[in-house]
């Protein structure tokens, strides 16, 4: 893929120095070959390693030298970086963390804690009431924009700098202010809002005295909660009690981890145990928990009941635990919280906002630097001609505040009002309705994303399956030829509803059928038949589902109603599983007439169609890991004895397992190319004494101390040969409405997509394929499991010799490249059409954010839609939150809020490019509009002898700058250049916009010619012009420039807006209606003549009427590419 890049060991990271140190002192000593590997430097050339002693001795060097630090690195940029450490250690104070320690947690004993626990409530503020004002003058003026301001409007105070009315300079920099800070705090005050709105959830807390009502931010350690079905769960829990009599409950943690699987969970025995809920305060109990960590996937504790005889202790494991953000999913749940408010994991794994700066506004802080730069070489070429004469310091500073104007101070409330506008028209766009700008100050960003980081579950999917193909070998089932398999299952239990059942009617109705059938072709179809009952039957059987029916709970959170008196019928029942896909396949079987009824931990039992109930005893359970990729179930028949082994799998895992075919390997992988999801189902009947032996050897292997995994795969691995294929299924997982058509228009745009999940690798796979996020024609590296730097050179070694694939890597193998190799993993990756990164952790997600900002300088966009994509959506350039069925958590912390994944080609094809494309020109105006008439003063002040005298003084300059100008400048915000129909129809039009071409040094050079020209001409003119009086010279010229301005607006505008002709014409009518108040500056009776008027015309003509030609000329025969589209 990219063969010239060399692979060196990554040097960022602190304890990988000190790693290879300790490896340089120690390497001669190795005698092993493969650990010396481990501890080279790996180069990607395959000739061998190059010697290592330049790497490793040129380190502490090159450290050094970036290290040194002088006075011009302070000029460039280094006194921010000191304010913005300052800043960080003044929040670092505040902020202060304290120690994390294990703590002992007793029941409904809050007041026991020894300690002081943070409070739980959310909150996404950025500051306090304390920090707000400090913090956003220091956002405001740490832009050199705003700190040069700052700096003149001061130096107005000093008499001998004092150059016109203080309020010239401090009006337009108090308004800036307020204008920021009235934004800043709305958005703050909507934060605070929605966070209120969380916070203030009522969950039941179980004391003494019973039930009572307590705001989520009101939880503390120790309180015991009750938690309802589909209710969130507030804080870091240890699972007490269930209604549910099994003792255990489903939980969703799609909002923690990303997975769609529904998690089982287990109340502590010895509480689930006590026979009411109130007995849990009679008790002297109290749980031990290790101290806060970032892990989800564990936990280690103790549960310790004090005042049984013997005392109880219990060890607890994640299945004990429920953690913050999660959704109970079956039963009501009762909890004794242990971490609560930043110290939930859930919070632990998040990151805190942090203040956007849009690319824009960098690139115009880089172009005020220059402009700065130019109005100080101006300045000391007026005192060089002027000769450097008596105090030409003082002189100096005088013609740097006079030529002030041509940093305009407006620049800022202008994008500023623009950026609210474009905030509100996104807000108003009926096409993508629900979307709300949580950020309004960076929606230029969102025409300039070259990089889509998205996460699956729920944003790219609905998280809904539907089995959509039954394939048996020889016959293949698809939705529209269902009816013949449901035809099937009656007949087959037919008969044996005609002996057993009582009433004859279903007797008679279910044997008809199966006459005929024999009739017309007995063998062939019996064959079928027996296939496809078993083929159901074994679908309907090996699975983790459980069938749950809603129960009335009574006040004390205990269901009510015996077992006996429950509710079965269908529409009472819903499946829980740890698997969407189990949960369709179990629907499905319902669907053609095999119905799972119940379940509990040693059994279930399926209806029949004739309404028999057929029970089967579980004897073992093999639930599905990544590793083994399988599940499966050994059951006994209540009716008849029989003991069958049925499994389940992943075709890879499953093709060595099964009997041979011919069919299973072709048909996976048509189905697998229809975005279907597949398993291979089989069966292998047992005798008693097969099983007893089995039972034995596995007793034994899990009773084992040492290697109990691998002993225990192994006995389980002896039953699982020369299994009965029966057939391989196919199920949907949904995707969102239009997710096809919108990667492909995101695609088409020049941006790349990456695809960052907490799921499994398979399912990651398959949506990837099924979405068309990876074209049919590509091929995909998935990137084996790696767990040393020699591997993961190998690796990537392996992944640089293919060409145009996309790459599936997992998180663990990512953690490894990063940590030897990670620029040249970004690097390779990069070049990918396609990334998928499976197995994430929500800060894993982050953290490849925030290394594709840092290795390619692109701009980034992530979008998600649960609490494990907060991370990556804050560290995202511009972060995009769906607000759906599974919460609000990312909607709220992002800077954009949709409602559907498709909403997101509108937002960047058009809203993207309308924002980007007219701050662009906004800016660039106004910066034309103050250089106008920084180059008329120039020119007035070469012709007077270099006097530092401003030509306009107090109103007109105010004046100028707001009233006669602001209004047409600012409907530019209106214009546009494209319709939104085009953009979205040629997406390609999005590329050249991550260019940057819009706003750069070249168009920036552009205004300031033809500033300088017509600043000249219209100076010049009005010097050449008049006759007898100076106040004639500003009148003309004054006048004429006020017509230049409305004119290049004019200019400007691609498509009109009628607020845009309102807005100039308006602009006239306020400067003609004005001159009759203005006679302090101008001459009335002088502007009411005839050659005032043919003066300002002719001044207005040569300054404008050339670039309408140079224009009209450019369009002619060089149109911009979207000119060509629109034509």
């Not at 460039?76 to 294990?102: I, M, Q």
């Not at 293919?802 to 990670?822: F, M, P, T």
Request: aromatic share 10%; glycine share 6%; with cysteine.
């Amino acid at each position: 893929m990219a063969d010239s890049i060399p692979l060196n060991p990554v040097r960022k990271n602190s304890k990988l120095i000190a790693y290879y140190n300790s490896a340089r002192h120690s390497r001669y000593s190795l005698e092993d070959e493969p650990s010396n590997l481990d501890e080279m430097p790996l180069m990607m050339s395959e000739e061998g390693f190059e010697n290592d002693e330049s790497d490793y001795q040129t380190l502490p060097r090159a450290r050094v030298n970036r290290r040194q630090r002088g006075l011009g690195w302070f000029l460039c940029g280094g006194w921010r970086v000191l304010c913005g450490s300052c800043f960080d250690c003044l929040l670092h104070v505040f902020r202060r963390k304290k120690t994390l320690k294990a703590r002992t947690v007793w029941l409904g004993c809050p007041e026991k804690c020894e300690e002081k626990y943070p409070k739980n409530g959310i909150k996404n503020q950025k500051y306090n009431i304390f920090t707000f004002v400090p913090g956003v003058l220091y956002q405001q003026f740490k832009f050199f924009l705003n700190l040069y301001f700052l700096v003149v409007a001061c130096s107005q105070f000093v008499p001998s700098l004092k150059i016109g009315y203080l309020y010239t300079y401090w009006a337009p920099l108090g308004f800036v202010m307020a204008v920021t800070m009235a934004r800043e705090a709305v958005d703050e005050v909507r934060r605070y809002q929605r966070d209120k709105e969380m916070n203030s959830q009522l969950y039941s807390k179980l004391t003494v005295r019973g039930k009572i009502q307590v705001k989520s931010s009101d939880i503390q350690v120790g309180d015991l909660i009750i938690v309802e079905k589909n209710q969130r769960i507030p804080a870091d829990m240890i699972f007490m009690r269930t209604s549910e009599k099994n003792g255990s409950c489903f939980i969703r943690t799609d909002q923690l981890d990303g997975e769609t699987d529904w998690k089982l969970k287990v109340a502590v025995g010895c509480t689930q145990r006590l026979p009411a809920v109130g007995d849990l305060f009679s008790i002297s109990a109290y749980v031990y928990a290790q101290k806060p960590q970032l892990d989800i996937h564990s936990f280690e504790g103790n549960f310790t009941r004090e005042d049984a005889d013997p005392q109880v202790h219990e060890s607890l494991s994640i299945e004990n635990t429920l953690w913050a953000s999660t959704v109970v999913a079956s039963g009501t749940v009762i909890g004794v919280v242990i971490y609560t408010g930043k110290e939930t994991r859930s919070v632990l794994n998040t990151s805190f906002a942090k203040n956007k700066v849009g690319l824009l506004d960098l690139e115009l802080n880089r172009l005020t630097k220059a402009l700065f730069l130019a109005q100080v070489v101006l300045s000391v070429v007026m005192i060089a001609l002027q000769g450097f004469v008596g105090p030409w310091f003082r002189n100096l500073f005088r013609f740097i505040v006079l030529f002030s104007y041509i940093i305009p101070i407006s620049l800022r409330v202008n994008l500023d009002m623009g950026k609210s506008a474009y905030g509100w028209m996104i807000m108003k766009d009926e096409n993508i309705p629900g979307t709300v700008v949580r950020t309004s100050t960076i929606p230029e960003e969102l025409g300039r994303v070259v990089y889509l980081l998205t996460d699956k579950t729920g944003t790219l999917t609905q998280n809904e399956m539907i089995f959509k193909r039954l394939h048996l070998g020889t016959v293949s089932y698809g939705t529209d030829t269902m009816d013949e398999i449901q035809s099937l299952i009656v007949q087959s239990y037919a008969p044996v509803t005609s002996q057993t059942s009582t009433s004859g009617t279903s007797g008679t109705s279910g044997t008809t059928p199966l006459r005929k059938t024999q009739q017309s072709g007995p063998k062939v179809r019996k064959s079928v038949s027996s296939r496809v009952h078993e083929a159901v039957k074994a679908i309907a059987l090996c699975h983790n589902v459980t069938p749950v029916y809603e129960t009335h709970a009574s006040v004390n959170g205990e269901p009510e109603t015996a077992e006996a008196d429950q509710d079965f019928s269908d529409d009472n029942r819903t499946y829980q599983a740890s698997s969407p896909d189990e949960v369709a396949l179990v629907r499905w079987t319902e669907s053609v007439g095999l119905t799972l009824v119940n379940r509990d931990l040693a059994s279930l039992q399926l209806r029949t169609p004739s309404g028999q109930i057929l029970s089967y005893y579980i004897l073992q359970i093999f639930p599905f890991t990544s590793e083994s990729k399988r599940m499966g179930i050994i059951l006994r028949e209540e009716s008849t004895g029989d003991i069958t082994f049925y499994m389940k799998g992943a075709d890879v895992a499953m093709a060595s397992i099964v009997q041979y075919n011919d069919w299973l390997e072709e048909e996976c992988g048509n189905m697998a190319r229809e975005g279907l999801r597949t398993l291979v189902v089989s069966k292998k009947s047992l005798s008693e004494e097969q099983y007893q032996d089995f039972e034995n050897r596995y007793n034994q292997a899990k009773l084992s101390i040492h290697d109990r995994g691998l002993k225990v795969a192994a006995v389980v691995e002896s039953l699982e040969r020369e299994m009965e294929l029966l057939c391989l299924t196919g199920v949907e997982d949904q995707l969102q409405a239009d997710v096809r058509p919108t990667l492909e228009l995101l695609r088409n745009a020049g941006i790349k997509i990456w695809m960052l999940t907490g799921d499994k690798l398979e399912t990651a796979t398959c949506i990837a394929k099924s979405s068309h996020l990876v074209s049919r024609s590509q091929d995909i590296h998935v990137f084996r499991p790696i767990s040393s730097r020699g591997e993961a050179h190998l690796e990537l070694n392996a992944f640089r010799r293919k060409h145009d694939c996309a790459l599936v890597i997992s998180g663990d193998s990512l953690e490894v490249c990063l940590s030897y190799y990670e620029h040249e993993f970004v690097e390779l990756a990069c070049q990918c059409p396609a990334v998928v990164c499976c197995r994430c952790s929500p800060t894993q997600k982050a953290q490849i954010v925030r290394l594709l900002a840092q290795h390619t300088d692109n701009r980034t966009c992530a979008i998600g839609d649960g609490g494990n994509d907060v991370s990556m959506i804050q560290a995202a350039h511009c972060g995009i939150g769906i607000e759906g069925k599974e919460g609000k958590q990312a909607s709220l912390a992002a800077d954009f809020s949709i409602t559907q994944f498709k909403h997101i080609g509108r937002l960047l094809m058009v809203h993207g490019r309308n924002s980007y494309k007219r701050s662009a020109a906004l800016g660039q105006f106004v910066m034309h509009r103050g250089m106008i008439i920084s180059a008329m003063q120039a020119v007035f002040s070469s012709v007077f002898f270099f006097a530092s005298v401003p030509l306009y003084q107090g109103f007109l300059m105010v004046g100028y700058a707001t009233i006669y100008t602001m209004f047409p400048v600012f409907s530019l915000v209106l214009d546009q250049d494209v319709k939104p129909e085009m953009a979205l129809l040629y997406p390609e039009l999005y590329k050249d916009l991550t260019k940057g071409r819009s706003l750069s040094f070249k168009t920036f050079l552009i205004w300031v010619l033809i500033s300088v020209y017509q600043g000249g001409i219209l100076m010049y003119g009005a010097l050449v012009l008049f006759e007898s009086e100076f106040v004639h010279v500003v009148a003309i010229s004054f006048t004429a420039l006020v017509l230049t301005e409305l004119l290049m607006v004019a200019l400007t505008i691609r498509t009109w807006h009628w607020l845009m002709v309102v807005a100039e014409f308006s602009s006239l009518g306020c400067y003609l209606a004005s001159l009759a108040f203005l006679n302090e500056y101008f001459d009335l009776s002088f502007i009411t003549t005839w050659p005032f008027l043919w003066k300002v015309s002719a001044i207005t003509l040569v300054s404008c009427l050339p670039l309408y030609i140079i224009k009209y000329l450019k369009r002619k025969f060089s149109p911009p590419s979207y000119s060509k589209l629109s034509s």
